[in-house]
């Protein structure tokens, strides 16, 4: 059960794979602006309660793998991490708001999620050994009754 967390309600393993681009999918994500996201992304998403597991950032796009509390939704940390980096950005490069394609969005819309869940084999043989558990209980109360 290591690859399991608690909270004080809960034992959850809810991972997620995210990828999300700059607008325009400009290769902007290099050099400094490339090292403040990728600190960024880690602070935001500890300040979030959720886990960095592995994080690429690259030119045109990033990919994240983060395991998230069941209280944190996806669509709330993505608002997060795309707002308060693209307003840090804006900031710190004020270059980057001057050029006209980039008005105040830094992140073009929407996103990619796909859950990273069990393998669908042992999920199959965890259901089907559940059944004949059951089963094998049920059977042995029965024998009990009078």
């Not at 399991?4 to 290099?30: D, G, M």
Request: with cysteine; charged share 30%; glycine share 4%.
């Amino acid at each position: 059960m290591g690859k399991y967390k608690k909270l004080s309600h809960v034992i959850y393993k809810c991972e997620y794979h995210i990828v999300w681009v700059p607008k325009y999918r400009l290769r902007i994500l290099k050099g400094a602006i490339r090292d403040l996201v990728e600190a960024d992304i880690k602070m935001l998403c500890e300040w979030k309660s959720c886990e960095v597991q592995e994080l690429n950032v690259q030119e045109d796009h990033i990919h994240l793998l983060v395991s998230v509390p069941p209280k944190v939704s996806i669509s709330k940390l993505m608002g997060t991490l795309k707002g308060k980096i693209a307003i840090k950005l804006f900031k710190s490069y004020p270059k980057l708001k001057k050029k006209p394609y980039w008005g105040n969005h830094f992140w073009a819309r929407g996103y990619f999620v796909s859950t990273v869940g069990l393998d669908e084999d042992m999920i199959k043989k965890y259901v089907k050994y559940q059944e004949k558990e059951e089963r094998r209980v049920e059977d042995q109360q029965q024998s009990f009754d009078f």
